[in-house]
C-alpha cells in the first residue's frame, strides 16, 4: 500500500506559476513510476506527466509539453510538478498517481495506475 498526498495547488493568474508536491508513504517509492493527471470540471480524467522510477525518463501531453516538469527526489519520498506558463485551461484538480507498470505505453492511461492521491486544486485567472 501507497499513501499519496498532494500539495501546492492555488489560485494563480494566466502566465504564472505553481509547483506541485506529492509525499508518498508506505512502500519503497522507488518501486513505483509515477504519474500526473488532472481533471476540469465535466471533463475526463486527463495525462498530464509521467516519470519513470529512477527519474530518467520522463513523459508528457502534448498540452503541458514546454511548459510543465515532472521530477522526483527518491530520497525525500517525493514527486514534483513545476508549472510555468500557466494557461485558463490548466485549471483542474491535480492527481498524483503510482503505478507497478514498467511499460512506458502504460503511464498515459490513469486505469494502470495502482494508487492515487485525493487530489489539489488548480485554478488559473484569466
Known amino acids: 500500500q501507497v499513501q499519496l498526498v498532494e500539495s501546492g495547488g492555488g489560485l494563480v493568474q494566466a502566465g504564472g506559476s505553481l509547483r506541485l508536491s506529492c509525499a508518498a508513504s508506505?512502500?519503497?517509492?522507488?518501486?513505483?513510476?509515477m504519474g500526473w493527471f488532472r481533471r476540469a470540471p465535466g471533463k475526463e480524467r486527463e495525462f498530464v506527466a509521467a516519470?519513470?522510477?529512477?527519474?530518467?525518463?520522463?513523459y508528457y501531453a502534448d498540452s503541458v509539453k514546454g511548459r510543465f516538469t515532472i521530477s522526483r527526489d527518491n530520497a525525500k519520498n517525493t514527486l514534483y510538478l513545476q508549472m510555468n506558463s500557466l494557461k485558463a485551461e490548466d485549471t483542474a484538480v491535480y492527481y498524483c498517481?503510482?503505478?507497478?507498470?514498467?511499460?512506458?505505453?502504460?503511464?498515459?492511461?490513469?486505469?494502470?495506475?495502482?494508487?492515487w492521491g485525493q487530489g489539489t486544486q488548480v485554478t488559473v485567472s484569466s
Open positions: 498517481a503510482a503505478t507497478v507498470a514498467s511499460s512506458a505505453s502504460a503511464y498515459y492511461r490513469w486505469e494502470m495506475y495502482n494508487y
Open positions: 508506505g512502500r519503497t517509492f522507488n518501486n513505483y513510476a
Open positions: 516519470i519513470s522510477r529512477n527519474g530518467d525518463s520522463t
